[in-house]
């Protein structure tokens, strides 16, 4: 399956539209990396523990969303948005959102 953020696919034209496909995860960090993290804000770098958590909620949003699309006989997916929230301080959401379609 073709999962693009653009709205066609080059030489490809799309045959039908079979609506918009989402996805969603929602993943919870722990109290040390938390702890980390906020070391890190003060001195300086990268949170490898955050980063490979934001990784997994993207990658876990764009598989639910291509489910769904393949659900629907989709072969692609396109116009893809990501949107990361934060809630409840420690809660990381992160949405995938397309356009299922069928290619040729």
Do not use: C, H, W
């Not at 919870?28 to 990784?55: H, P, Q, T």
């Amino acid at each position: 399956m073709v999962i693009t953020t653009t709205p066609s696919i080059e030489g490809r034209p799309i045959r039908d539209y079979l609506g918009i496909v989402t996805g969603e995860a929602i993943l919870g960090a722990n109290l040390f990396k938390d702890f980390g993290a906020s070391i890190r804000d003060v001195v300086g770098g990268r949170s490898a523990g955050y980063e490979k958590d934001l990784k997994k909620a993207r990658e876990t949003a764009l598989a639910e969303m291509q489910q769904v699309a393949e659900a629907l006989g989709a072969n692609a997916v396109v116009g893809v948005d990501l949107d990361y929230e934060t809630l409840k301080g420690s809660m990381l959401m992160v949405t995938a959102s397309g356009t299922a379609v069928k290619v040729d």
